[in-house]
């Protein structure tokens, strides 16, 4: 079966660093794309950005673009969301998701991400 | 960027009633249009890909069509597990954006 399996909910301050992860099993981890979606509280989904895990060649959405970094370790089969300096804005629901053919086939299960003081 | 619209934002149904929901985009994307169905506290998923075809497993009552600018997702026949947000979402330019959702109830 292929799954995407996302790291536990984490509680932050403002400020603060953050690394979410999701590893992929049940296929070949580095045929596929693996893009990250936001969802905040009540609110639509909205894309970030996108890893190739064969080379760790990524975009970004331009409204993310700079404020967080995405990476891959194949050898693991993990793509991992990271902050350097998290905002009270960040706090929402983040998916991993699965590009095949165009599509986005297999989500994760998500994780809540609260910054708070 | 590529702008997606959709209507209703909003639509309380009666099961076995038809469902019709509409997405527009800003400029032509073909058919690189896919809708997901995410009901409450779930994750999103996949149900059509590129307009009109039928991602595997999902009930045959969920159809699509369109292309260009003008897609629609339709329910026939409405069953009250199909109480959920419906986004639709391109693919054909970066960045892949998503429309901002509609929200089917059931009465």
């Known amino acids: 079966e292929v799954q995407l399996v996302q790291s536990g909910a984490e509680v932050k301050k403002p400020g603060e660093s953050l690394r979410i992860s999701c590893k992929g099993s049940?296929?070949?981890?580095?045929?596929?794309?693996i893009y990250w979606v936001r969802q905040m509280p009540g609110k639509g989904l909205e894309w970030m950005g996108r890893?190739?895990?064969?080379?760790?060649?990524?975009n970004y959405s331009p409204s993310f673009q700079g404020h967080v970094t995405i990476s891959a370790d194949r050898s693991i089969s993990t793509a991992y969301l990271q902050w350097s300096s998290l905002k009270a804005s960040d706090t929402a629901i983040y998916y991993c998701?699965?590009?095949?053919?165009?599509?986005?086939?297999?989500w994760g299960q998500g994780t809540t991400v609260t910054v708070s003081s | 960027e590529i702008v997606l619209t959709q209507s209703p934002d909003f639509q309380s149904v009666t099961p076995k009633e038809k469902v019709t929901i509409t997405c527009r985009a800003s400029?032509?994307?073909?058919?690189?249009l896919h809708w997901y169905q995410q009901k409450p506290d779930q994750s999103p998923k996949l149900l059509i890909k590129?307009?009109?075809q039928s991602f595997s497993g999902v009930p045959s009552r969920f159809s699509g069509s369109g292309s260009g600018t003008d897609f629609t997702l339709t329910i026939n026949s409405l069953e009250a597990e199909d109480a959920a947000t419906y986004y639709c979402?391109?693919?054909?330019?970066?960045?892949?954006?998503f429309g901002p959702g509609t929200k089917v109830d059931i009465k």
């Open positions: 998701a699965r590009l095949v053919s165009g599509t986005l086939d297999v």
């Open positions: 049940g296929y070949t981890f580095v045929s596929s794309w």
């Open positions: 890893i190739d895990p064969r080379g760790s060649y990524s």
């Open positions: 400029q032509s994307i073909g058919s690189s």
């Open positions: 590129y307009a009109s």
């Open positions: 979402h391109q693919s054909s330019d970066l960045p892949f954006t």
